[in-house]
Every structure is written in structure tokens, then in C-alpha cells.
């Protein structure tokens, strides 16, 4: 089955600083969505992302489905923005939306 | 915004007990799903529904039943909880629209 790899797997950032999360996955994909967990264990839905750019206030993400990844950009981050980051893809052959977790990007920002 | 609302946030359980977690949506998505969370072992699928009545085994269905009786509510069934079914669990719903949405999620701890 697909498999689907994240980098770095922890990440620690001064606040301000910048940073880039990465996602491959080794097959065709019919979507991809990055999720963030924050403290308390919920799963945000950050950006539905199975091709191109999109951008939501700090974050923005870029999927490049041709080259099989996906990149998540956080900038100016904030202690808030701490938790694990998780992309899932759904494989292009999947039924009922089924998804292929990540196994996630843990990061710590700290003041 | 769609909604996806898990009954309890935190429950403590005694081995044996029948337990019943329940998840409610409000945007007439036809697909949910359960997963459980474990430290190190990541996002895994127990079961999930396509339809009201219909249902299929994840990853992890054992120990576990489901019921969906109406389109908007799925429930998560532990028939004889045990120590190791102490997990976080989370409940999603999904579109192919706006792809996933996770409820807060319920912290089970069997004792």
C-alpha cells in the first residue's frame, strides 16, 4: 500500500521564527489534508490540499501531486502553533474516503 | 462549519463494563469513522459507515462494534472494555468536498 513519510519528525522553533514541514507519499493520490493536534488532543483541519497553493493567514501549503509531496509553511510562529502537524492522503484507489495517516511532525515552540 | 461533536471529552471505565462512545455531525456527511491513538503507534481506523446500517472493519475492529441507526450519529461500542482498549478515540465525518472533520476526541482510560 502507499506509504506516506513526514519531515522532520520534531522541531523545535524560537517564536518568529519560520519554518517548513514536508510530506511524500509513494503513490497517486486522489486528495491530501494537513491536520493539526493541538495540546488537548483535537485533530484542526488546517488545509484540504490536493494540488497547488493555498494559503490561510500564517500557514500555507503547496502540494505537488506530480513529485508526490506536499509542503506546509508556518511563519512569524506562535506558542499556539505547537502540537503535532499530521498530513493524510487519500490513495488514488481507495472507496469511502478512506486515509493513510502520516506519522506526523511534532513541534515545540517555544518563547 | 461543520461540526463534529464526541459526547465525553474524558471517561473512566472498569474492566468488563459495556461502553458506549457516541459522535454526532451536522452536515449530512454520509461517511464516519473511528480511530484510536496511542502513543507511537499513531492514527488507526477501527470502523467505519457509508451509510445509516452500513458499516466496515478498519484496521483494529476487534473488541469493537459500531451502530449507525441515523445518518448523523455513529457509535463506538466496547463490548467488554479492557485495560488495553485505553486510548484516545476520535470520531470524523467526511466529505469529498471539505475532507475531513474530527470531533474533540474521548480520552477512555479502563481501569
Known amino acids: 500500500g502507499i506509504q506516506v513519510e513526514q519531515s522532520p519528525p520534531d522541531l523545535i522553533l524560537q517564536e518568529g521564527a519560520n519554518s517548513t514541514l514536508r510530506c511524500n507519499f509513494s503513490?497517486?493520490?486522489?486528495?491530501l489534508q494537513w491536520f493539526h493536534q493541538n495540546p488537548w488532543g483535537q485533530l484542526i483541519n488546517l488545509f484540504y490540499i490536493p494540488s497547488g497553493t493555498k494559503q490561510n493567514g500564517r500557514l500555507s501549503a503547496t502540494t505537488v501531486a506530480t513529485e508526490r509531496y506536499s509542503l506546509l509553511y508556518i511563519s512569524s510562529s506562535q506558542t499556539t502553533d505547537s502540537g503535532v502537524y499530521f498530513c493524510a492522503v487519500e490513495p488514488w484507489e481507495t472507496s469511502y474516503d478512506k486515509v493513510i495517516f502520516g506519522p506526523g511532525t511534532s513541534l515545540s515552540v517555544i518563547p | 462549519d461543520v461540526k463534529v461533536t464526541q459526547s465525553s471529552r474524558y471517561l473512566v471505565k472498569r474492566t468488563g463494563e459495556k461502553v458506549f462512545l457516541e459522535c454526532v455531525q451536522d452536515?449530512?456527511?454520509?461517511?464516519m469513522f473511528w480511530y484510536r491513538q496511542d502513543p507511537g503507534l499513531g492514527l488507526r481506523l477501527i470502523y467505519f459507515?457509508?451509510?445509516?446500517?452500513?458499516?466496515e472493519k478498519g484496521d483494529i475492529p476487534e473488541g469493537y462494534s459500531v451502530s449507525r441507526e441515523k445518518k448523523e450519529r455513529f457509535s463506538l461500542i466496547l463490548e467488554s472494555a479492557s485495560t488495553n482498549q485505553t486510548s484516545m478515540y476520535l470520531c470524523?465525518?467526511?466529505?469529498?468536498?471539505?475532507?475531513?472533520?474530527f470531533g474533540s476526541g474521548t480520552r477512555l482510560t479502563v481501569v
Open positions: 470524523a465525518s467526511s466529505s469529498q468536498l471539505y475532507g475531513y472533520t
Open positions: 452536515m449530512d456527511h454520509e461517511n
Open positions: 459507515s457509508y451509510d445509516v446500517k452500513m458499516k
Open positions: 503513490d497517486s493520490v486522489n486528495n
